[in-house]
């Protein structure tokens, strides 16, 4: 019976449907994309934007209104000083992590220079091949050979195979830490809006920036 009387209910005494509860604001973030207008609209409203804002300047601050730069200056000096304190303040830290990096590096050096020079050659050539095929794992085989036969660097006691297991080295550490640390955060930000939001301008810098920028408190 109360199944049926459920049932039974006109439809202007059920229960309120989800649209009477949508909140009474509510941002569409396609209205502010530009490509969602004609042509005709953005160029009149871009047209309206720019005037305002060049009467504007011109009637506070004359036609010849010149950029603040001596603004940067400022910002510049806080910069610095921000990097000052962090270098001093964070050697601990940044040695800790350059001695450990080093270290590594030093063995897998080793490690390289040790291994017969066929043994190299065929071991990244087999990498190649499964990476990307036979074409890359021929090119890569024969790059390696190619700066084995050139010999030695000018004024230098290491010969190029030397200097290019060095590289080796480095490159493969590289992308190891660019792993270990890109590949959590990556499926962080894919999991979580606020930390793309938080990462993306970071990294934006990061690639824009020269890297010894960045660098400079680890050096």
């Known amino acids: 019976m109360a199944r049926a009387g459920a049932d039974d209910r006109k439809p202007d005494e059920a229960s309120p449907t989800p649209e009477l509860r949508r909140p009474l604001f509510k941002l569409d973030a396609s209205v502010l994309d530009a490509r969602n207008l004609s042509f005709k609209a953005w160029g009149a409203f871009s ?16 036609p010849n209104m010149g950029f603040p730069a001596a603004i940067g200056g400022e910002i510049g000096r806080e910069v610095k000083n921000g990097f000052t304190w962090l270098t ?25 220079t040790w291994m017969p020079w066929p043994a190299v050659v065929l071991a990244v050539g087999l990498v190649a091949w499964r990476a990307s095929g036979v074409a890359l794992a021929v090119f890569s085989i024969s790059a390696l050979v190619t700066i084995g036969f050139m010999g030695r660097l000018p004024n230098n006691f290491d010969t190029l195979w030397e200097s290019s297991m060095e590289t080796l080295a480095l490159i493969v550490v590289s992308v190891l830490l660019s792993l270990l640390f890109g590949i959590p955060l990556g499926i962080l930000a894919a999991r979580s809006g606020w930390v793309n939001i938080m990462i993306r301008p970071i990294l934006d810098i990061a690639q824009t920036m020269p890297s010894f920028v960045y660098l400079v408190p680890a050096l």
Do not use: Y
Not at 47 to 62: Q, R
């Open 47 to 62: 047209l309206l934007v720019v005037g305002v804002a060049t009467a504007i300047c011109v009637v506070f601050w004359g």
């Open 88 to 112: 001093v303040n964070g050697d601990w830290l940044f040695n800790g992590i350059k001695t450990v990096i080093l270290q590594f590096m030093a063995w897998l050096e080793d490690g390289l």
